[in-house]
């Protein structure tokens, strides 16, 4: 699957005819992970330029967010590439990544890139949450791109289980520009179907929110690849 976005697609009516092959919308109202933002790619998303723009804002005590969802669905294994840069908006951040099929929320393990607060200190996080997700600590590996996320830059997501190849291990590998950051190995690398997607949400529960803020995040293209 290749996204590179070529439509002008105006607000309301993402994805447009071609982008609907390879994307859907999280549905209209649901609210994010804090509870505090809600999903509507109506009111956030076109396409333009080359480009998919999420602008997220408020409207009145709403703050809109958006999830875009490739519709890919669930595989054991991919490989993952975006080319994305976002404004700073403070009170929101960002999340890149595969969600399991299974299991009750990510007891079956996560894998986040990039990740991180759309602040001027944000930078692009790596993220491989434990299959299964243990009772104590560690429940991950963090690994830093050190790069503000308000650039143009590339990263990407190589995730291996051992059964979706020839390999015998477990493993996913986290790119930025090319260059390795980090690598998880082992038993604890997720192995079950996942699903990719496209979040912008606001500040995880517990932490205090700004005052309204609203910003772009601009996704240039995307490439997702599976094993076979």
């Not at 005819?17 to 999280?26: C, F, G, T």
């Not at 309204?212 to 995040?217: D, I, L, Q, W």
Request: aromatic share 12%; net charge negative.
């Amino acid at each position: 699957m290749t996204s590179t976005f070529s439509e002008t697609t105006a607000l309301g009516y993402w994805p447009g005819p071609v982008a609907s092959w390879d994307w859907y919308n999280r549905q209209a109202g649901a609210t994010d992970s804090s509870g505090r933002g809600t999903y509507n790619s109506g009111k956030t998303v076109t396409e333009h330029d080359g480009v998919v723009d999420v602008f997220v804002h408020s409207e009145g005590d709403t703050r809109y967010v958006a999830a875009l969802v490739a519709a890919l669905g669930d595989t054991v294994g991919q490989r993952i590439s975006v080319c994305m840069r976002a404004d700073r908006i403070p009170g929101y951040k960002l999340v890149f990544m595969l969600w399991p099929s299974g299991g009750s929320g990510n007891s079956l393990g996560e894998i986040d890139y990039p990740e991180g607060r759309l602040t001027p200190e944000g930078v692009g996080n790596a993220f491989m949450h434990y299959d299964p997700k243990p009772a104590t600590d560690p429940k991950q590996d963090w690994y830093s791109s050190g790069v503000s996320t308000v650039d143009w830059h590339v990263y990407t997501i190589e995730w291996n289980p051992g059964s979706a190849s020839f390999q015998t291990d477990d493993y996913a590998n986290f790119y930025f520009d090319g260059a390795l950051i980090g690598r998880s190995t082992g038993a604890l690398v997720p192995d079950g179907p996942m699903h990719y997607l496209i979040q912008i949400e606001t500040y995880i529960d517990g932490q205090a929110l700004p005052a309204p803020a609203s910003g772009h995040v601009l996704i240039d293209w995307v490439t997702i690849s599976t094993p076979g």
